[in-house]
């Protein structure tokens, strides 16, 4: 299985900055996307930011313009720069790999979660 390890969460004030990062671990894989997702109370998961597998960036509307989706190959590690932000960026936030495993199935790994609040 893949292992995702998420890192980067926490309290910040609105209009400030927060890094997350996501590095995958496990048997060797191909990825074919590579994002993060979030999930405030009440709601339902939603997309943030993710690479699909020609490279390509998709970033939900919400985002465009403050947050940045980057990786690093080399390390299997997919970061979710995010600025200017909002209270209603409060959400539990997932890092998500879609792939398939060397000689062995597909896959689709959540990691853990990681908390992000942002007071008013």
């Known amino acids: 299985q893949v292992q995702l390890v998420e890192s980067g969460g926490g309290l910040v004030q609105a209009g400030g900055s927060l890094r997350l990062s996501c590095a995958a671990s496990g048997r060797p894989f191909s990825i074919k996307s590579i994002g993060w997702y979030r999930q405030a109370p009440g709601k339902q998961r939603e997309l943030v930011a993710a690479?699909?597998?020609?490279?390509?960036?998709n970033y939900a509307d919400f985002v465009k313009g403050r947050f940045t989706i980057s990786r690093d190959n080399a390390k299997n590690t997919v970061y979710l720069q995010m600025d200017s932000l909002k209270a209603e960026d409060t959400a539990v936030y997932y890092c998500?790999?879609?792939?398939?495993?060397?000689?062995?199935?597909?896959?689709?790994?959540w990691g853990q979660g990681t908390q992000v609040t942002v007071s008013s």
């Open positions: 998500n790999v879609v792939g398939r495993q060397v000689l062995g199935s597909d896959f689709n790994s």
């Open positions: 690479f699909s597998s020609g490279g390509s960036t």
